[in-house]
């Protein structure tokens, strides 16, 4: 199994639909990814540039190629991925802010 920092650029005018779709549970209810990408999409952090980063848990080849096409790509653009061990890439966001934190007003 594989983790990888993710990096993408949200289309801020999708971000309340995805919110509205994690709240549901059905991303969550996906398989074989929805468990890891819903924990993902909920723990997402802001890095300075306005781009969202979080960590993934993922077996495809190429990173994240079921997630971007069931999800990931309609309310993201520019994803990029990077190998981490497990945890360190939460470790290396833990102090940014989450990005449903006050969402109505940063998004």
């Known amino acids: 199994m594989a983790y990888y920092l993710v990096t993408a650029k949200p289309i801020r005018s999708k971000m309340n639909d995805l919110r509205k779709w994690l709240d549901s549970g059905e991303i969550r209810a996906m398989r074989p990814f929805g468990q890891a990408l819903h924990t993902g999409l909920e723990n997402a952090r802001w890095q300075s540039d306005g781009v969202a980063v979080w960590e993934e848990?993922?077996?495809?080849?190429p990173p994240?190629?079921?997630?971007r096409a069931?999800?990931?790509?309609?309310?993201?653009?520019?994803?990029?991925?990077?190998?981490?061990?497990?945890?360190?890439?939460?470790?290396?966001?833990d102090s940014l802010t989450v990005i449903?934190?006050?969402h109505d007003q940063s998004i």
């Open 64 to 67: 994240l190629a079921q997630e």
């Open 57 to 61: 848990e993922d077996y495809c080849v």
């Open 70 to 93: 069931a999800v990931l790509d309609d309310y993201f653009t520019e994803l990029e991925v990077q190998p981490v061990d497990k945890g360190e890439g939460w470790r290396q966001i």
């Open 100 to 102: 449903w934190e006050n």
